[in-house]
């Protein structure tokens, strides 16, 4: 029986059905034809939900039939197990690069050296945008994908097929319908497109991760992964340019070059012309040059190429580069560039700071794709929107910032930005402390996890030893752990797998977590990293509440009747424990196992030398940290505070004190000098 592929529902009611490798064959020749209208032709013809349906079915009989699966098969673009290292791999013909021109006037000596060379009068050029990416060949044997290199050095360059094979624009398997030689070898070039970068970008930044500095630095990252399902998840592209090899007769010119790769179904610029003179060629620099804004991908100029074969061949290559050829480039972005979108980002301590994603802009010769916006004060300040013009500024020469926005005359701007009433990241709730916001769901934020697991293991909370900083990295990163609950249900060959850790140090990490499951209130309280809650804070809460059920049924007017708690440590008190995501890591901490021992209620912390009293710091310590000094204070039950009143005990000044001496003095409070605070805090602990 006859079957149309380009029938998206080939089986009918009355025909018979077919034979499994006939109808996966069939599949997978009609999900590549839609694979390549979408991603190649920009042209779909089915919607997402029939492309599923027949990406579903394909994989549900590739399951049943695993001896049918093919390795060109849309189904395998999800990426394989990590690779060791990436294997070098010779190149079938050097991959040059090109000689670099900004100035039109070396661009026309160009033009007049190509005539006096191949003593012509007229010659014409190709002409076709510059993708600011990274350059690979594609190798295809009888029309299936083989092999994919990055450039290298030119001639060599590192394996990445595994990788390549994951773009969905690359296809597997070229189109036989337009007669693709036997043996193939392509150079093109991998990149993303800025929708997709700054898509990638904004969910790299919502979770407090560095952001790529451009899409050159994306696709470049992406594709060297040596876990080829890193790279499955990232949206790249390809663009095909140039033949690097092929069995028989070359096409006689670069246009006709690319019209027979695009025959084969390999995707090639769309934005190209054919120039009968250099006359075009500046003509199309000029008019991309004004349209680069209004592209979907970023490009740093034009190549520009002689285009029939005979000539550049006669014009032959120079040792790094092609005589017939040159990048045409565009004069840089200086400082003045565009908002992309302000999205927020949410910090390892759960601050929310908002963010703009730029259109990517040199500045003091770095390459800028993003700039802080502090808070939401600043961005109502400056008034700054999505698609705005904006100056940018490396404030200290280092951080990225919006200086300004630079009106445009007519433009329509979007709407005013406001801050998200919940994290972005984990959808909770989220509270203002002074000119800051933050997400409350504090133990169960992916952006904050980290974090969290390194205080919560900390020494004065859950005393954990052996779970630093690279093995939380470690167990996040590999999934192994999720909330803090995980934790409690690592095993031992998990932990085998990780970096760094063998048969007795992994046994010794479980015994360490096990040993952790019996824990006083006070610990507990100081591992769930509530903001504004210290070692003092925790051990004052355990004692007043004896229970965590207590602690988690208080109100705001409750933890103010306290003496120690103010307004500030109460309302942080209260969104915590309101956040349901923070309760149910808590519930889950508990059915881990965990036993949280009681505190007596009755046994206050009177007896501490500095119980009830109230210490504030003003300016720098040479000999210690803000936290070190704090911690001084509270293990001798003291409290620091941020602001001088009357009730405050001492206000120790460092170097550079600010307003708050002169409030001490007014007020009459006991001023200590750094030493004075160390002979003070020696003599205490003595008492």
Not at 106 to 120: H, I, P, T, Y
Not at 633 to 650: C, D, M, P, R
Request: glycine content about 8%; overall charge negative.
């Amino acid at each position: 029986m006859q079957h149309d592929l380009f029938d998206t529902n080939p089986s009918h009611p009355s025909d018979p059905p077919l034979p499994p490798d006939e109808r996966m064959s069939l599949l997978r020749d009609q999900i590549r034809r839609h694979d390549y209208l979408y991603y190649v032709q920009d042209r779909p013809e089915i919607s997402d939900g029939e492309y599923d349906r027949l990406f579903r079915e394909l994989v549900d009989l590739e399951q049943a039939h695993p001896e049918l699966l093919t390795p060109d098969s849309p189904t395998q673009r999800v990426g394989a197990p990590p690779l060791d290292e990436l294997g070098k791999v010779p190149h079938e013909r050097p991959m040059l690069s090109l000689d670099s021109l900004v100035d039109q006037e070396d661009v026309l000596a160009f033009d007049q050296r190509m005539k006096r060379e191949l003593q012509a009068d007229d010659i014409d050029y190709t002409a076709e945008p510059k993708f600011d990416g990274l350059s690979v060949e594609l190798v295809y044997d009888r029309g299936t994908f083989i092999r994919g290199a990055t450039r290298g050095d030119g001639s060599m360059g590192e394996e990445v097929t595994l990788n390549l094979r994951t773009i969905r624009s690359l296809p597997l398997q070229l189109r036989t319908d337009g007669h693709p030689p036997s043996h193939l070898a392509v150079r093109g070039e991998v990149y993303m497109r800025l929708d997709d970068f700054h898509g990638l970008n904004r969910l790299v930044v919502e979770r407090g991760g560095e952001p790529f500095a451009n899409p050159r630095n994306a696709a470049a990252g992406s594709l060297r992964q040596l876990d080829s399902r890193i790279t499955a998840e990232r949206p790249l592209v390809v663009t095909c340019y140039e033949i690097l090899a092929m069995d028989g007769t070359p096409p006689p010119s670069h246009v006709d070059e690319l019209d027979a790769l695009a025959s084969w179904g390999l995707p090639v610029p769309v934005l190209r012309r054919h120039c009968a003179s250099i006359d075009g060629v500046m003509a199309f620099h000029r008019e991309t040059d004004q349209s680069r804004d209004q592209l979907p991908y970023e490009i740093d100029g034009i190549v520009v190429k002689v285009n029939r074969r005979e000539r550049q061949e006669q014009l032959g290559m120079k040792s790094r580069s092609p005589r017939w050829a040159i990048a045409y480039k565009f004069a840089p972005r200086k400082e003045i560039t565009k908002v992309h979108q302000i999205i927020v980002s949410v910090g390892r301590t759960g601050t929310l700071t908002p963010l703009a994603l730029l259109n990517p802009v040199e500045v003091g010769g770095v390459t800028i794709s993003r700039a802080t916006l502090h808070n939401a004060d600043e961005v109502a300040r400056k008034d700054v929107r999505d698609g705005d013009t904006v100056k940018v500024e490396r404030a200290g020469d280092v951080i990225p910032a919006i200086a300004e926005r630079v009106p445009v005359p007519g433009e329509t701007r979007a709407a005013p930005f406001s801050m998200p009433d919940h994290c972005p990241v984990c959808g909770a709730a989220v509270a203002r402390e002074g000119a800051y916001i933050y997400c409350t769901g504090q133990a169960a934020c992916p952006a904050q996890l980290k974090g969290a697991i390194e205080h919560f293991a900390s020494k004065p909370a859950f005393n954990i030893e052996g779970l630093g900083k690279k093995t939380v990295a470690q167990l996040i990163d590999q999934g192994l752990v999720r909330d803090l609950s995980d934790l409690y249900h690592l095993r031992h060959e998990q932990i085998m797998e990780l970096e760094g850790f063998a048969e007795r140090s992994a046994a010794l990490l479980l015994e360490a977590i096990n040993q952790s499951k019996t824990v006083s209130l006070d610990r507990f309280l100081l591992g769930l990293g509530i903001r504004q809650v210290g070692r003092h804070i925790a051990t004052v809460l355990a004692r007043e509440f004896g229970s965590l059920d207590a602690v988690m049924s208080a109100d705001q007017e409750r933890f103010l009747a306290i003496k120690e708690i103010g307004p500030e440590i109460s309302s942080s008190l209260v969104s915590f424990f309101q956040e349901s995501s923070n309760r149910q890591v808590i519930d889950r901490l508990i059915r881990s196992g965990l036993t949280i021992t009681q505190t007596d209620t009755h046994h206050k912390d009177a007896s501490l030398p500095l119980s009830g009293k109230s210490v504030v710091f003003t300016g720098g310590l040479a000999g210690l940290s803000r936290n070190e000094a704090r911690a001084l204070v509270e293990q001798l039950g003291g409290t620091v505070s941020s602001g001088v009143s009357k009730q405050t005990a001492y206000v120790v000044a460092g170097t550079d004190p600010g307003s708050k001496l002169e409030q001490a003095k007014r007020l009459g409070v006991h001023i200590l000098d750094e030493q004075e605070f160390l002979t003070l805090i020696k003599d205490k602990e003595r008492d």
